[in-house]
């Protein structure tokens, strides 16, 4: 298992950026990442530089896309477009099986940050019906994020929908939209990717998220590890237990 550093929530000019997909890895390489997701707002025409940035930086994009919409936003990672334009407040659940269906997942981004007039959309407000369909939360948004109010209330979300049974991946999103040498300190989401011993690939990444193979810090990654008689368990490892009759 290797495990490393990843943004997965970021944007360019071919939506609301200011920094250009080779300017943002040549930042992520001086901060140690070994790659970033594109979520650009709404379009993935921003992965047309994808290759040559990589070629450059040796930072691992991967595919992804920011649905911003009245009723909240949702990232999708893994698949290179899914339409989501006819979705109502009610039916989240049809552009979700779009995604999946293509191999790819889906992440509730800032789910309790401040909506209208601040940032029309911004809160979540999909009616989710089944919260096995969700992969992923951002219980940690934007830098400094034990400072943002809003993420106190993802994080307790998520962790009661953890209490109720659901394996729901929590991550960190810088939203990183600019770069300067004043921005606070961001978190990073640690992945870890099985028999990867070169660059990154979406499918690792993706296989790595569904799987909660996940550490979110704003330091060093932290270990756990379980043992039950001669079984070790890892984080993302289930742990399977006998029930007697």
């Known amino acids: 298992m290797k495990w490393l550093p990843f943004e997965l929530h970021t944007h360019t000019p071919h939506s609301d950026g200011t920094h250009t997909l080779l300017e943002m890895c040549i930042k992520a390489r001086e901060l140690g990442l070994s790659g970033i997701a594109l979520t650009d707002h709404n379009t993935t025409s921003g992965m047309i530089d994808a290759a040559a ?3 450059e930086t040796g930072i691992s994009i991967i595919p992804g896309l920011e649905w911003t919409t009245f009723y909240g936003h949702m990232l999708t990672l893994g698949v290179p477009y899914s339409e989501w334009r006819d979705l109502g ?3 989240i659940h049809k552009g979700i099986e779009r995604v999946h269906e ?3 997942i889906v992440g509730i981004a800032h789910p309790f ?3 209208s007039p601040i940032c029309t959309g911004c809160h979540w407000e999909y009616v989710v019906k089944d919260w096995n369909d969700i992969d992923y939360m951002e219980v940690w948004h934007e830098t400094l994020p034990p400072m943002r109010n809003h993420n106190a209330p993802a994080f307790e979300q998520w962790t009661s929908l953890l209490n109720q049974g659901y394996r729901i991946s929590a991550t960190a999103g810088r939203d990183w939209h600019r770069s300067s040498e004043e921005d606070d300190l961001p978190a990073y989401t640690y992945l870890g990717l099985e028999n ?3 660059m990154p690939s979406t499918e690792s990444v993706v296989d790595a998220i569904s799987s909660g193979r996940i550490c ?3 330091g060093p990654r932290l270990e756990l590890q379980i043992e039950r008689g001669v079984n070790r368990y890892g984080i993302g490892d289930r ?3 006998e029930t007697k009759g």
Request: overall charge negative; charged content about 25%.
């Open 53 to 55: 940035a990589t070629e």
């Open 89 to 91: 407040p009610s039916d």
């Open 102 to 104: 293509q191999g790819g």
């Open 113 to 115: 940050s401040l909506g």
């Open 196 to 198: 990867e011993d070169s």
């Open 216 to 218: 979110v810090s704003m």
């Open 239 to 241: 742990v399977e237990v």
